[in-house]
């Protein structure tokens, strides 16, 4: 157990529709890493939160966004969602603000079937 | 960008160590090399991180050569819980997407 919590485990929904998905950082964590593992295009790094500062921005859509809340808990959001947006999505927390050296640490992963 | 090169695959038996390597012929000098293990849907495992040189802990070796525009993962002593999926990341501390692009890494099968 990472210590990193995320919720919903699993998510189904519709083409069209958004949902928002939910990461708590381990005790002491500032810094909240986003990633989506779909299986062709492997672990894509989206966006980075330090204490409540977008950090770091990778490949993330314009029809995704995500914060960082005053408890460091993370939301991010998906609208409009595709069928390629099906994908296994993981947070990660650390204590550092920056890239590295750190070492995150990564939740179970919330996985989205869109239909 | 600090790119990563890595095999896309790699066998071997228990009880043998096995050895990755990572090419990333444009490191910059600010730039640390981590490694990651993945099983499964579950989220990846910080492994070692290093500099320079040599790095070991309990699961692990990094090896770094004195250009650094490579490093090598050695796993001594293999298990069939070895089979996994292994990144290697490079990437600065100061920060930036550039140390938290995972790639496609090296998927790593141990037979009995």
């Known amino acids: 157990d990472s210590g990193v919590t995320q919720t919903p485990k699993h998510l189904i929904t519709a083409t069209g529709q958004r949902v928002t998905l939910r990461c708590s950082p381990r005790?002491?964590?500032?810094?909240v890493y986003w990633y989506q593992q779909s299986l062709d295009q492997g672990l894509q790094f989206l966006i980075q939160?330090?204490?409540?500062?977008?950090?770091a921005k990778g490949n993330i859509l314009e029809r995704f966004s995500a914060q960082q809340f005053p408890d460091l808990h993370s939301e991010l959001n998906l609208s409009s969602l595709e069928l390629g947006d099906s994908a296994l999505y993981f947070c990660?927390?650390?204590?550092?603000?920056?890239?590295?050296?750190?070492?995150?640490?990564f939740g179970p992963g919330t996985r989205l079937t869109v239909l | 960008l600090a790119k990563t090169t890595q095999p896309i695959s790699m066998d071997s038996y228990e009880g043998q160590e096995v050895n990755i390597t990572c090419s990333h012929n444009n490191i910059a000098t600010n730039d640390y090399i981590t490694w990651y293990q993945q099983f499964p849907s579950q989220g990846p495992r910080f492994i070692i991180q290093g500099y320079k040189t040599k790095v070991t802990n309990e699961v692990a070796s990094l090896f770094i050569p004195a250009d650094r525009k490579s490093s090598t993962l050695s796993l001594p002593r293999v298990s069939l819980s070895d089979t996994a999926v292994y990144y290697c990341?490079?990437?600065?501390?100061?920060?930036?997407?550039?140390?938290?692009?995972f790639g496609k890494g090296t998927h790593l099968i141990i037979q009995p």
């Open positions: 990660a927390s650390s204590r550092y603000s920056g890239g590295a050296p750190n070492e995150q640490f």
């Open positions: 990341l490079v990437g600065e501390s100061g920060g930036g997407a550039d140390g938290l692009t």
């Open positions: 939160y330090y204490n409540g500062e977008e950090r």
């Open positions: 005790s002491g964590d500032l810094s």
